[in-house]
């Protein structure tokens, strides 16, 4: 571990995050083995919705490299990564990622979210978006969130719409998805929009 780092890798940001049913934090170092055993049983029922998944994506290696990453991000304010767990028995249940923060005129970011397929459509996804999206119009002062969902991704659609987002249009060839260019269904939320 030491040598991939060059050093001792540094510490997750001190920030958790509640929703009425889940908690969220950023990852640390030893949640990979829930984290890997999550993402590999659940594999098929992700893939159809995420980009491909590199050959080596749920070995250590890859895990500490992703760390790495998400830690510079928070600390250059440009994503903020979260996995969330049942408060109930801190099951890992899945992530949300703030990703792309625009500072300046615009104070927008991007969110995006995954679930274990055991913990699908039982609502955790949904306050554990909301509790994000709290957090970025809040805390982090954005005015903007934005997401996306492929059209006949209608369990996303609705969760999107539910927690507050509106749709918003049609992107054309937004994000490779499982190796193809896929159409988007956009959707937005402002500030007073979570208000409300």
């Known amino acids: 571990m030491m040598e991939l780092f060059g050093s001792a890798p540094p510490a997750p940001p001190p ?65 903020y990564n979260f996995l969330f767990f049942r408060a109930q028995d801190q099951a890992l249940l899945g992530g949300v990622t ?28 949904a306050d554990a978006v909301r509790a994000v999206c709290t957090y970025a119009l809040g805390a982090q002062a954005l005015h903007r ?14 969760l999107l719409q539910r927690v507050g987002f509106r749709e918003e249009g049609l992107a054309r060839g937004y994000l490779r998805i499982n190796g193809q260019w896929e159409d988007h269904v956009l959707f937005g939320m402002l500030r007073e929009d979570l208000a409300a």
């Open 98 to 125: 703030l990703s792309h923060i625009r500072r300046g005129v615009t104070q927008t970011g991007t969110l995006g979210y995954w679930i274990g397929q055991r913990y699908a459509r039982q609502g955790y996804t």
């Open 15 to 79: 920030v958790q995050l509640s929703g009425a049913q889940v908690w969220l934090r950023p990852a640390h170092l030893n949640d990979w083995p829930a984290w890997a055993e999550l993402r590999e049983s659940s594999r098929a029922f992700l893939t159809p919705w995420e980009p491909s998944w590199p050959i080596d994506c749920l070995t250590k290696g890859a895990w500490q490299r992703r760390l790495r990453r998400q830690y510079d991000e928070w600390k250059n304010d440009s994503a």
């Open 145 to 158: 969130l934005e997401a996306g969902c492929l059209p006949h991704n209608m369990p996303s659609r609705k």
